[in-house]
């Protein structure tokens, strides 16, 4: 066997072993909570490794050994907000969410501001993340494209055509199961290309790095991304789907701590990797950093195991949000369209908008672009109408909230997001608290003096 076929046989395996995975899963779907909640029975280790999973993505491993090639140690930020947000979520927020038995996030919102709300946040979390996997299968065509040549354009397809699949067969029970093996394939891959590459360039190089502030991320950038990315975890449809798979309100919380800390040492040997890559290719682009590491520092077999851990995070940051969509559309969406509709129909529509939320991301991702770029400006948006109503729905009695200024905070911090949120990427949150807090106080105000005035 040579050395182009020994990658091969390795790559083939991988994916051979998730489409198995997937249908075995498939088995054991027998309802709307099989498929869409694995039976709410997923305990510590699992929900641990899907959580993980489902954060270590292609901006998670590409884009962020980018961002160390670029701005060096400071790049471990984007991983880094994230733990922030979950440890945040970990203490103050993950049993309550459990403890509400939701299928989803916007079913979560609806409990707290009524069907508009659950409706709009439905179709911002839809659109937001039909972007979150298109970086998956972008990412997953640059590696497979590094490893063998030809077109990238093939190479997204196939991907997106496996990640599809699994999910389409087994829906949770396939994520989880996938993620679990997909995780450890992720950390064996990481250690070994670190372990290569600091043979090459010894440590020394880590003395003259700048953190937690730089000379290119000062302070304001570095809360710019605490804010926007963390809020992204806090608030995210994704780790929320995990939550409410868990078995308990216990579990849930245990799980997502232990999945910030695990991620905190992750976070910066990714960065160490790109700010390796720039001492030893100083002329290659940021995001090629991971590929060129992996084809200069590591032999045919290597390359394979490396190669299967970047596209396992891919596929498995791609599979959750997949699956997260899919049950928005069907739950939240069209259950309530065609409320008279029963579980097999329920189950065909979920499979359906599967295939095709997933082929409409493969679409998004044939027309090319930067990961980090994309990606934060999909989490701006999104934490722009997201953040603010959902943080304070679980308060909502106490500051006096109403389902209109929930309404409004969502649409107009969004739409702020959408158009200054690339030059200003903190100003949709504050437009969205301002109109959630003032448009409450009308409402209450006024709902007070309707009755006062029809007497």
Known sequence: MDATDQTIAVMISYFIVMIVIGAISAKRVTGLDEFHLAGRRVRYVMLTSTICATIVGASATVGMAGLGFKEGLTGAWWMLSGTVGLLVLS????????????????????????EKVRTASSLLIIISWIGVICVQIIASGKV?????????????????LVFILYTVQGGQHSIVRTDLVQFLIILAGIVLLLSRTLDATGFAFLKAQSFPVSLERDAVG???????????????????????????????????????????PLAFAITILGISAKILFPGIQAEQALPVLMMGMLSPLERGIVGSALLAAFMSSAATPLMTATTTMALDLYRKARPSSGVPELMRTSRLGAVTIGLAALALALTGSGIIAMLFSVYTIFTSGMLVPVIGGFYKEKLGLTSLGALTALVGGGLTGILWGKSYPLLGLAVSAVLLIVVSLIDRRHAKAGPATAG
């Open 222 to 264: 570095v809360l710019s991304m605490i804010l926007v990315v963390g809020s992204t975890y806090l608030v995210g449809p994704d780790i929320y789907s995990r939550i409410f798979l868990a078995k308990d309100s216990d579990t849930a919380r245990g799980s997502v701590m232990m999945a910030a800390l695990i991620l905190v």
């Open 144 to 160: 497979l494209n590094a490893l063998f040549g030809g077109s990238e354009q093939m190479f997204m397809a196939a991907s997106a």
């Open 91 to 114: 203490v103050f927020f993950a049993q309550k969410i459990r403890a509400k038995g939701c299928y989803t996030l916007p079913e979560l919102i609806g409990t707290f501001y009524g």
